[in-house]
């Protein structure tokens, strides 16, 4: 079992920046891909990237892509979200998520463990 807890969020003017994290419990961090989704009102929950168990590889939407990365520590049971040049279409309420695949999915079906979420207002 593994509990996710997300942190960092908050109201940001467009072309700011946030940096959330997610806290995990449990001593198998490591063996996890780690996702985050995202959220938006009236909207699909949908994917915004994903890291390996590793930290070596990392995954995007297209539409966070240059301006989003995902890292990892896993010697502290977190995984990051730095959000750079935020719009207004990145507000929205951010998920991380734990998987037990080897390939990082991109689909909610391929995640195990979801944290609560934690809201990202962007202001134009």
């Known amino acids: 079992q593994v509990q996710l807890v997300e942190s960092g969020g908050g109201l940001v003017q467009a072309g700011g920046s946030l940096r959330l994290s997610c806290a995990a419990s449990?001593?198998?961090?490591?063996?996890?891909?780690m996702g985050w989704f995202r959220q938006a009102p009236g909207k699909e929950r949908e994917f915004v990237g994903s890291?390996?168990?590793?930290?070596?590889?990392?995954y995007y939407a297209d539409s966070v892509k240059g301006r989003f990365t995902i890292s990892r520590d896993n010697a502290k049971n977190t995984v990051y979200l730095q959000m750079n040049s935020l719009k207004p279409g990145d507000t929205a309420v951010y998920y991380c998520?734990?998987?037990?695949?080897?390939?990082?999915?991109?689909?909610?079906?391929?995640?195990?463990?979801w944290g609560q979420g934690t809201q990202v207002t962007v202001s134009s």
């Open positions: 998520a734990a998987s037990s695949r080897i390939y990082p999915p991109r689909n909610m079906d391929g995640y195990d463990y």
């Open positions: 449990g001593r198998t961090f490591g063996s996890y891909v």
């Open positions: 890291i390996t168990g590793s930290g070596i590889s990392t």
